[in-house]
């Protein structure tokens, strides 16, 4: 059985560029010695009992999606996030709640290093820090390291012709940007005025035009803070939902800024598309984005729904809503309508929350020693109620007669962003064992009844539902739209 997989969202760089900055001399510096921790091949070995007791609070302390993991796990093809990190998250402006944000930020301190976050309390253009990371991923594209033996490297594209799958070893990286703010040249206060818009719309046209850097390919508005562009999902629980106000402004619908940048990132004459992530808009945005697709101006352009990293709540969308930082039933049918994508993401903090049967099917419990099993459920459980969604829609609306409810979820990880990792699946090198357990529990879900009742009952393999959300679905959606 062949390891390969396609990530929609990760940050491999977030750790590495910024222990860069630990000291002035390598600010910014990328290497290919891997006794560095500023190295994007850099994975940290520890036991696995601290893993356990670490994953907890905000970033773990262990690497996921350095590209040492990447090879060893079978990536091919990662959406690399590299935004900086909102500001909001280092400086906690409520002094109540500084105790909290204290806890929050000792562990960010692990993650990212104090040298960082003092830059990040300083940083007053997020859109420099963007290209900085950029480029720190870029000095070593096409330099090659030995990773078990075998020569290595990585490539950054922004089409897919230049992506060649027989290469071995080589893991082709499109770059993606998490948040809104990262396109400002200036802090949120200064947002309204127009010299700071302008700016806003002269770096997107940066991100099309600049020749040396990849375009991104997607952009989500929306991250933890508000960017005066849309209103955003609540998204952080446990410890740091205590810390930080997450309220303000929240409650906010797409703004006029919001759609003009929607419009400048998808214009497409003479210049690439970037594509919108709805990821961590809240659920009025969402909405409004959906209609906005039907006006006159976009209802006859192909433009795909991307949720680079998300999970159903199987929920049907509410008038208030709850747990909106994950998507309502409504929407995935939406997303799979749209010929969209929907990344997993491999979070306990999003997956868990849906309470949709047993999460023992079909196994003993002594059986599953690790509890491997009982975590791939919890991803298991996303592919097939999305699919359920979409053998629903089939019954009940027209023009889905050629969506395939098996064809358009992702992996979506998340690692090295704020992340609780399923135990077991820390890591890139875990995704040969997740997909061992995900075939288990396709094997376990053709077994039921529902699964029966399905009209395509006949052709459905467990292997190839797992392989499809792996590596086939990303690589069709890839296919058809990173294009020149
Ligand atoms: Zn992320």
């Known amino acids: 059985m062949e390891n390969k997989f396609i990530d ?7 750790k590495p560029f910024s222990k860069s900055f630990s000291r002035k001399s390598t600010q910014g510096i990328n290497t290919l010695d891997i006794n560095f921790k500023r190295s994007i091949w850099y994975k940290t070995h520890i036991k696995l009992f601290k893993k356990v007791l670490n994953a907890l609070i905000t970033l773990t302390k262990f690497t996921q999606a350095d590209f040492t993991s990447a090879i060893e796990g079978g990536a091919k093809i990662l959406m690399v996030s590299v935004d900086p990190m909102e500001r909001e998250l280092i400086l906690s402006k409520n002094k109540t709640k500084q105790r909290k944000t204290g806890k929050f930020i000792k562990n960010l301190v692990q993650g990212i290093g104090q040298k960082r976050i003092n830059y990040l309390y300083n940083l007053d253009n997020y859109f420099e820090d963007l290209q900085k990371n950029i480029h720190f991923l870029k000095q070593l594209e096409n330099e090659h390291k030995s990773i078990n033996g075998k020569s290595s490297t990585y490539k950054i594209v922004d089409s897919y012709e230049d992506i060649d799958l027989q290469t071995e070893n080589t893991i082709y990286i499109v770059l993606t ?11 949120y206060k200064g947002i309204s005025t127009i010299e700071n818009q302008a700016k806003i719309f002269d770096n997107i046209s940066k991100l099309k035009h600049t020749g040396s850097i990849p375009t991104p390919f997607f952009v989500s508005l929306a991250h933890h803070f508000p960017n005066g562009l849309c209103g955003h999902a609540k998204s952080l629980t446990g410890i740091a939902s205590l810390a930080y106000n997450q309220e303000e402004n929240a409650d906010l619908g797409l703004l006029p800024l919001g759609r003009k940048v929607i419009d400048l990132l998808l214009k497409n004459i ?32 192909d433009i795909p729904i991307i949720v680079s990293h998300g999970a159903t709540n199987y929920l049907p969308w509410p008038s208030q809503p709850d747990n909106e930082i994950n998507f309502y039933k409504e929407e995935i049918v939406k997303i799979a309508g749209s010929g969209g994508i929907f990344g997993v993401q491999l979070d306990a ?8 049967g047993s999460k023992r099917r079909g196994i003993r419990n002594d059986v599953d020693i690790k509890g491997l099993y009982k975590k791939a459920f919890f991803v298991w459980r996303q592919i097939e109620v999305l699919a359920l969604l979409i053998y629903k829609a089939k019954n009940e609306q027209m023009g889905f007669e050629r969506i395939d409810p098996w064809g358009f979820q992702v992996v979506g990880s998340d690692f090295d962003g704020i992340v609780d990792p399923l135990d077991g699946y820390w890591t890139y090198s875990e995704m040969p064992l997740l997909q061992e357990y995900l075939i288990k529990q396709a094997n376990a879900f053709l077994r039921t009844k529902t699964a029966k009742k399905l009209p395509d009952y006949n052709q459905l ?10 590596f086939d679905n990303a690589n069709r959606f890839l296919m058809k739209y990173l294009t020149r």
């Open 177 to 187: 940007i998490e948040g809104g703010h990262a396109l400002r040249s200036s802090l």
């Open 270 to 301: 003479n210049e690439k598309r970037i594509y919108i992530d709805l990821k961590h808009m809240n659920l009025k945005s969402r909405k409004e984005f959906y209609d906005y697709l039907e006006t006159p101006r976009y209802a006859n352009e």
């Open 461 to 470: 393999k467990a292997i190839s539902i797992v392989n499809k959300f792996l």
């Open 349 to 356: 903090r999003r997956l868990r929350k849906m309470k949709y």
């Open 8 to 14: 929609l969202h990760c940050h491999s760089t977030l």
